[in-house]
């Protein structure tokens, strides 16, 4: 069945350091690709998302380009802010009305 | 406005009792969602609805039953709590499109 594998978290890094949190999956077809950020405490929010291969999302200075050769979607970051702590899920959907499938999440620390 | 709105958000409570979580959402999506967050953070979905009918259910104890009044709302009966249910609950919804919208989530405590 379709699947979502990230890198095992956590990930602590300094403030401005740069940031990747690797996203393989495993789908039949053509999924849609997202990454959601859930901050403590709080729901998960969209952070960005691409509907086909090299399609690439951007929002609040992060990235992830779809890769269908690599079946990967990773999140990146030039530099990143205390303010950006938070679990990462990366997660995949067929169709329209199809479940959403998530990856197991990565905690991310960013210390001053 | 609370665009997914889900109550309570705190719930302690005892094994063998029932319990509701109530949802609703106020962004005219068609579809909407349970899913459960483990304490590792691992997100499972529990069941789907789109205008009122169950499209997605997975393999939930039939202690937890669903019921969607109307396209907003969604909400979640659990039966004869047990430990492992203690969990964030989380509503959602979506458009078509796949883009879901959570809400802030209901942390159950069974004691």
């Known amino acids: 069945g379709d699947s979502v594998t990230q890198m095992e978290g956590p990930v602590t890094l300094s403030e401005e350091a740069f940031l990747t949190i690797n996203c393989t999956y495993t789908?039949?077809?053509?999924?849609?690709l997202f990454w959601y950020v859930q901050y403590p405490g709080e729901g998960l929010q969209l952070l960005l998302k691409?509907?086909?291969?090299?399609d690439k999302g951007s929002n609040k200075g992060f990235e992830a380009t779809y890769r269908k050769e690599t079946t990967s979607f990773h999140l990146e970051k030039g530099s990143v802010q205390v303010s950006d702590s938070a679990v990462y899920f990366c997660?995949?959907?067929?169709?329209?009305?199809?479940?959403?499938?998530f990856g197991p999440g990565t905690s991310l620390s960013v210390i001053p | 406005d609370t665009a997914v709105s889900q109550t309570p958000k705190y719930l302690v409570t005892q094994m063998g009792n029932d319990k509701s979580i109530k949802c609703e959402q106020n962004?005219?999506?068609?579809?909407m969602y349970w899913y459960k967050q483990d304490s590792k953070k691992f997100l499972k979905i529990m069941f789907s609805?789109?205008?009122?009918?169950?499209?997605i259910n997975e393999t939930v104890p039939n202690r937890f039953s669903p019921k969607s009044p109307d396209k907003a709302h969604l909400n979640l009966h659990i039966n004869s709590l047990e430990l492992g249910d203690s969990a964030v609950y989380f509503c959602?919804?979506?458009?078509?499109?796949?883009?879901?919208?959570f809400g802030e989530g209901s942390w159950l405590t069974v004691v």
């Open positions: 959602a919804s979506s458009p078509q499109g796949n883009t879901i919208y």
């Open positions: 789908a039949t077809g053509y999924p849609s």
């Open positions: 691409a509907t086909k291969a090299d």
């Open positions: 997660a995949l959907s067929r169709t329209s009305y199809d479940k959403v499938i």
């Open positions: 962004l005219g999506h068609d579809t």
């Open positions: 609805y789109n205008n009122k009918e169950l499209i």
